[in-house]
């Protein structure tokens, strides 16, 4: 039975591909500055931990249709980028597991004046798991959907060549489909001021209100004010940092003052070749328990074109958080490895393999996961 199960998948993958090379002749739309491209892709994923559990793990490979639509328009003053994805997933074996998933990215910029402009951007996900080792850390265990969407509003005003300030506003709503979870939702307005001492120095400032709230539950905010800048020792080489203060009325009511460290390095070594290392330290209200979750995280990336047709991507994570309240521990390190292949101008291959480990003081909330992906995409 398992190897019926298999070899449907298989055919699903096989006649996906064949799809999509056969659609290879399709046209894109360009209009007046539109711009219209369609994607569709197909992968065979196998994941030795389907259900991110500690014990009884249950492995399976999936089979993952994905169908996408990107428009963008750029004009003198403005500009609107969209993109939305629809994903099905087939299980092999565990076929009450599968799945429709879909995600939403818009972005617009309007210049008024050479001095004053606006950006908006928002972000809607609908899936079953985290996308990210970022995502990944932190979230309460076990498979479920989750919907979340992240809005930013952001007005920026030139004062001077060397001075800009910029008002922010920012949401996010998570919304989570077990009925032991509650939803929550975040909003934050700040302040930036920009000041470029030197060619190679910007200089930065921000303040940050922030509030999350639980439903059902409490609510927890969090004043920010951080000092920074951005160093460029090259032209391709940067050093972005910021160290400040939270200030923090927690869901029980007690307050605190925390420090905030986030440090980043980025080298564009070539056209070719990019490396980045970041680090982050604080104490933050994460949307999955209402708990403030103290912890430090460092991520680094490096990508490379290997040759004309063949690129390469390594990523790795760890990070290491204590909830205060119930003082649980939880420690992720993860590994991801990818190669590229343009088949075509239109269409690649993709492959992929992804580590991830959760260490906890509860035993429940472990769990080791492999994938590896292998896929076909096409953008026509």
Same mark, same amino acid.
Request: net charge neutral; glycine share 6%.
């Given at each position: 039975?398992?190897?019926?199960?298999?070899?449907?998948?298989?055919?699903?993958?096989?006649?996906?591909?064949?799809?999509?090379?056969?659609?290879?002749?399709?046209?894109?739309?360009?209009?007046?500055?539109?711009?219209?491209?369609?994607?569709?892709?197909?992968?065979?994923?196998?994941?030795?931990?389907?259900?991110?559990?500690?014990?009884?793990?249950?492995?399976?490979?999936?089979?993952?249709?994905?169908?996408?639509?990107?428009?963008?328009?750029?004009?003198?003053?403005?500009?609107?980028?969209?993109?939305?994805?629809?994903?099905?997933?087939?299980?092999?074996?565990?076929?009450?597991?599968?799945?429709?998933?879909?995600?939403?990215?818009?972005?617009?910029?309007?210049?008024?004046?050479?001095?004053?402009?606006?950006?908006?951007?928002?972000?809607?996900?609908?899936?079953?798991?985290?996308?990210?080792?970022?995502?990944?850390?932190?979230?309460?265990?076990?498979?479920?959907?989750?919907?979340?969407?992240?809005?930013?509003?952001?007005?920026?005003?030139?004062?001077?060549?060397?001075?800009?300030?910029?008002?922010?506003?920012?949401?996010?709503?998570?919304?989570?489909?077990?009925?032991?979870?509650?939803?929550?939702?975040?909003?934050?307005?700040?302040?930036?001021?920009?000041?470029?001492?030197?060619?190679?120095?910007?200089?930065?400032?921000?303040?940050?209100?922030?509030?999350?709230?639980?439903?059902?539950?409490?609510?927890?905010?969090?004043?920010?004010?951080?000092?920074?800048?951005?160093?460029?020792?090259?032209?391709?080489?940067?050093?972005?940092?910021?160290?400040?203060?939270?200030?923090?009325?927690?869901?029980?009511?007690?307050?605190?003052?925390?420090?905030?460290?986030?440090?980043?390095?980025?080298?564009?070594?070539?056209?070719?070749?990019?490396?980045?290392?970041?680090?982050?330290?604080?104490?933050?209200?994460?949307?999955?328990?209402?708990?403030?979750?103290?912890?430090?995280?460092? /991520?680094?990336? +490096? $990508?490379?074109? %290997?040759? !004309?047709? *063949?690129?390469?991507? @390594?990523?790795?994570? &760890?990070?290491?958080?204590?909830?205060?309240?119930?003082?649980?521990?939880?420690?992720?390190?993860?590994? /991801?490895?990818? +190669? $590229?292949?343009? %088949?075509? !101008?239109? *269409?690649?291959?993709? @492959?992929?393999?992804? &580590?991830?480990?959760?260490?906890?003081?509860?035993?429940?909330?472990?769990?080791?996961?492999?994938?590896?992906?292998?896929?076909?995409?096409?953008?026509?």
């Amino acid at each position: 039975m398992k190897t019926a199960h298999i070899s449907k998948n298989l055919f699903i993958f096989f006649l996906a591909a064949l799809l999509i090379v056969s659609a290879g002749k399709a046209y894109s739309f360009d209009y007046k500055g539109i711009d219209l491209k369609l994607r569709a892709s197909v992968s065979e994923i196998y994941d030795d931990n389907i259900t991110f559990v500690h014990e009884n793990e249950k492995e399976d490979f999936i089979t993952n249709l994905s169908f996408g639509l990107g428009v963008k328009y750029e004009g003198k003053t403005r500009s609107l980028e969209l993109t939305a994805n629809i994903f099905q997933q087939f299980f092999a074996d565990y076929d009450n597991f599968n799945n429709t998933s879909e995600d939403l990215t818009l972005n617009f910029q309007q210049e008024f004046s050479r001095y004053d402009r606006i950006s908006l951007r928002d972000v809607f996900t609908h899936t079953y798991e985290p996308r990210s080792f970022e995502e990944a850390f932190g979230i309460t265990r076990g498979r479920y959907s989750y919907y979340r969407n992240r809005f930013n509003l952001a007005y920026t005003k030139d004062i001077s060549r060397q001075f800009s300030i910029s008002a922010r506003y920012a949401s996010e709503i998570d919304e989570v489909s077990r009925e032991d979870l509650s939803d929550s939702s975040l909003n934050r307005v700040g302040l930036d001021a920009t000041y470029f001492l030197a060619s190679t120095t910007i200089l930065m400032f921000s303040y940050d209100f922030s509030r999350r709230d639980f439903d059902p539950g409490g609510n927890a905010t969090i004043h920010t004010i951080a000092p920074g800048l951005r160093h460029y020792f090259t032209r391709q080489l940067y050093f972005d940092g910021k160290a400040g203060i939270d200030f923090i009325n927690s869901y029980n009511d007690k307050n605190y003052a925390k420090p905030l460290i986030q440090a980043s390095v980025t080298n564009d070594i070539d056209e070719n070749s990019r490396v980045s290392i970041s680090f982050t330290r604080r104490y933050y209200t994460n949307a999955y328990t209402q708990d403030l979750f103290d912890y430090w995280q460092t /991520s680094g990336t +490096f $990508t490379r074109r %290997l040759f !004309k047709r *063949l690129g390469c991507s @390594l990523s790795g994570f &760890y990070g290491e958080g204590e909830y205060i309240t119930t003082n649980i521990t939880d420690k992720l390190r993860g590994v /991801s490895v990818g +190669f $590229t292949y343009d %088949l075509s !101008k239109k *269409l690649k291959g993709n @492959l992929r393999y992804t &580590y991830s480990d959760v260490d906890s003081t509860i035993d429940t909330r472990e769990y080791t996961k492999n994938k590896i992906f292998l896929g076909l995409a096409m953008e026509f």
